[in-house]
């Protein structure tokens, strides 16, 4: 059915309004990382006069930023593996065996879940100290699973519980071990769940802030956040090393999205909505 | 040889196989309790004990490098006596409140134009996301970019407008600053309430507004009689877990503007890192979460509880 004049109107005017909002600040990062620092700070152009890496080169030499994307990619991909293992293992046993206290325990990997990091950001920098793993990468990636675990465990359970558990027993009547039919049945059927909790698990370690501000403290341990944040404040004349940093550090981001898409849409609406 | 009672029935005589059947339930349990090990211990330890640990904490005078001694209701006494407490609480809720109401619009209008019949709706709703994929500390950064008095693109582009006489202070006026904060904040988190109110617009049958449609109903009626009370159970799954964590928010404060000027943007996440990180004080920071903890909790719960029913269901 054709919408009238007055809605079409409407809705692509809108549309635009919203087009023009998310892209003038993406317009300004990229803009600012290609314009010299003469375009930006004396004669300003809201196009860069003369195209420039400079920047991306500084951030580079100067503030030795790969070594801090290397910390993150660390962290990040350190945090992925272990919660992909764990995630499934403990999705497969709450979802397919029975035993008292599995609901609970699913319970409150989903209060986990939901609970914010900002809670227990103190305690845990004690705890954190006390182990001596203070200013260590260490200590990031093992914290880190406090919330990449219970998210993906939460969102594999959603995943095995929609194949249905009667492939698995016929493989088991064939003689197939309960492990060897998760391994050979259910594992292969919820590749694209593995691979969605995969790219949330690396994005929520790679994105994440405020542990990696209170437990690292100098320039060698620092994921890309924190040094960048650091950045703000050292120098007035930054912003155009400080968007190009921003941009290096959101292309491994945009590259796992641009990969996964369909997933983490998908995902976003089972994972934290639907259920 | 784990199996499920269920299969041996179908696949074997069963009189050979009661005398094993209790072992292999006790040795399937096992199986189900140790795939679940390595979580359980990670929630016990990251998860359980920093939680009552925090709540301990606030009852001693722990310094970083010093064992704390237990000091009662000292703590608790001293944080909310202090002027920085009660303006962090007012502004918490200031931000929360606002942040809340834009998103909600915004997410709306977004969810509502992205489910009309548009042309490239897939590539609108890939771009329209992306605020919300790219890391938040970029995303912070490049607003306080936008928003910085000299060079910044806003101020530049209002004044060659001429909306205004002179560059305004966005981050570091009194005035200004927490309007910015908010605005920076749901132009991120907007397209969290769009993709979820779209993903429950589409489970809404197109039947109902063709019906309404015959019966002469408005557009507003439709939406207000139909759209709205098909996604009741979406708004508030997204309302709570918004709530939560925008009133946990750390970053859009720390990034744009550490809490100042002069406490005008002081969260309670703020003073809880600068009283523990910065003045090294774990004992008060950890009072000031712990009395947040029972009206977090109550939120927690609450949406732990509307998932729960959804994943039941």
């Known amino acids: 059915m054709r919408e009238p004049l007055s809605i079409r109107v409407l809705t692509y005017g809108l549309l635009a309004c919203f087009v023009l909002m998310v892209a003038v600040p993406l317009f300004w990062m990229v803009t600012t990382a290609l314009k010299t620092n003469k375009d930006l700070y004396e004669d300003f152009s809201y196009l860069p006069s003369r195209p420039t890496l400079q920047h991306f080169v500084r951030v580079i030499q100067r503030e030795d930023l790969l070594r801090n994307i290397w910390n993150s990619f660390a962290v990040a991909s350190t945090t992925t593996a272990v919660t992909v293992v764990v995630s499934a293992m403990a999705a497969f046993s709450i979802v397919r065996y029975r035993y008292r206290g599995r609901e609970w325990i699913g319970r409150f990997i989903l209060f986990k879940y939901v609970l914010p990091t900002a809670m227990l950001f103190v305690s845990l920098y004690a705890i954190v100290v006390a182990l001596g793993l203070g200013n260590t990468l260490k200590s990031l990636m093992l914290t880190y699973l406090s919330f990449t675990v219970p998210f993906c465990t939460w969102m594999l359970m959603g995943y095995f519980r929609s194949i249905p ?47 990696a501000l209170v437990f690292t403290s100098d320039h060698t341990t620092m994921t890309v956040p924190i040094k960048l944040s650091m950045m703000v404040v050292g120098d007035q004349y930054i912003w155009g090393q400080l968007m190009a940093g921003a941009i290096l550090a959101s292309i491994p981001i945009a590259v796992l999205y641009f990969i996964g898409q369909r997933f983490v849409v998908k995902g976003l609406a089972a994972g934290a909505v639907k259920g | 040889m784990a199996i499920r009672p269920r299969s041996i029935d179908v696949a074997i005589p069963s009189q050979g196989w009661t005398v094993r059947r209790p072992s292999s339930r006790a040795r399937e ?60 609480l007012v502004n918490t809720f200031v931000f929360t409140v606002s942040a809340l109401a834009i998103k909600f619009v915004v997410g709306m209008a977004v969810a509502l134009v992205l489910n009309q019949q548009i042309r490239g709706r897939n590539f609108f709703r890939a771009f329209l996301l992306l605020p919300w994929v790219m890391p938040a500390f970029v995303v912070y950064l490049v607003w306080r970019w936008l928003y910085d008095p000299l060079s910044g693109l806003l101020n530049h582009a209002l004044l060659d407008l001429g909306l205004v006489a002179g560059p305004i202070a966005f981050l570091s006026d009194r005035s200004t600053a927490m309007v910015s904060v908010i605005i920076a904040h749901s132009w991120r988190a907007f397209p969290f ?41 979406i708004i508030g799954v997204v309302l709570l877990l918004s709530t939560i964590w925008t009133a946990n928010a750390f970053e859009p ?9 002069s406490d005008a ?26 009395l947040f903890l029972p009206l977090l909790v109550a939120l927690v719960l609450a949406v732990t509880i509307l998932l729960q029913k959804k994943a039941d269901a």
């Open chain 1, 165 to 211: 558990a009667e492939l698995e027993e016929h493989a088991m009547v064939d003689g197939c071990t309960k492990i060897g039919a998760l391994f050979r049945i259910l594992l292969p059927l919820s590749a694209p769940g593995l691979v969605a909790s995969a790219i949330f698990s690396f994005t929520l370690a790679w994105n994440e802030f405020l542990l």
């Open chain 2, 29 to 88: 349990e096992l199986w189900g309790k140790a795939l679940l090990l390595p979580t359980v211990l990670m929630l016990v330890g990251l998860v359980l004990y920093p939680f009552f640990y925090a709540i301990w904490l606030s009852f001693t005078d722990k310094t970083v490098g010093s064992v704390g001694q237990f000091v009662g209701l000292k703590n608790f006494r001293y944080v909310i006596a202090w002027p920085q407490f009660s303006a962090a």
């Open chain 2, 193 to 233: 309430f769009a993709i979820s109110f779209l993903a429950g617009m589409q489970t809404i049958a197109q039947e109902l507004y063709d019906a309404a449609q015959v019966d002469g109903a408005s557009r507003w009626q439709q939406f207000r009689h139909i759209t709205l009370p098909g996604l009741y159970h």
């Open chain 2, 253 to 261: 404060v720390y990034l744009l503007t550490g809490g100042g000027p």
């Open chain 2, 265 to 290: 943007t002081m969260v309670y996440t703020m003073l809880v890192y600068v009283m523990g990180m910065v003045n090294l004080r774990l004992g008060e920071a950890a009072a000031v979460s712990t």
